[in-house]
């Protein structure tokens, strides 16, 4: 079992940062990639951005690629998603997720959501 603790988001204004943090507990020795995804009114729930454990292996939808970035800080088992230039389409609700090995197949545990609001 992994649990993640999201903290982060708020209200800004179009072109201002913000960064999200998700801290993972229990057994985060079998995470092997975690995800950034966003859901917003009236939409699907659309993946944001992706890292696993490779130099390499850190992915974003178009839309972001350029503006987010993806840290960890592996001594506290968080991850951080920084939000640059933001704009009013990337208000939503952002969740962070993690693949473990040896459980479900995907992302099998989600952190709760913080909202993130984008005013022009």
């Known amino acids: 079992q992994v649990q993640l603790v999201m903290s982060g988001g708020g209200l800004v204004q179009a072109g201002a940062s913000l960064r999200l943090s998700c801290a993972a507990s229990?057994?985060?020795?079998?995470?092997?990639?975690i995800g950034w995804f966003r859901q917003a009114p009236g939409k699907e729930r659309e993946f944001v951005a992706s890292?696993?454990?490779?130099?390499?292996?850190?992915d974003y939808v178009d839309s972001v690629r350029g503006r987010f970035t993806i840290s960890k800080d592996n001594a506290k088992d968080t991850v951080y998603l920084q939000m640059n230039n933001l704009k009013p389409e990337d208000t939503a609700v952002y969740y962070c997720?993690?693949?473990?090995?040896?459980?479900?197949?995907?992302?099998?545990?989600w952190g709760q959501g913080t909202q993130v609001t984008v005013s022009s």
């Open positions: 229990g057994r985060t020795f079998t995470i092997y990639r």
């Open positions: 890292s696993g454990k490779g130099a390499d292996s850190t």
């Open positions: 997720a993690v693949a473990t090995t040896g459980g479900s197949v995907g992302y099998a545990y």
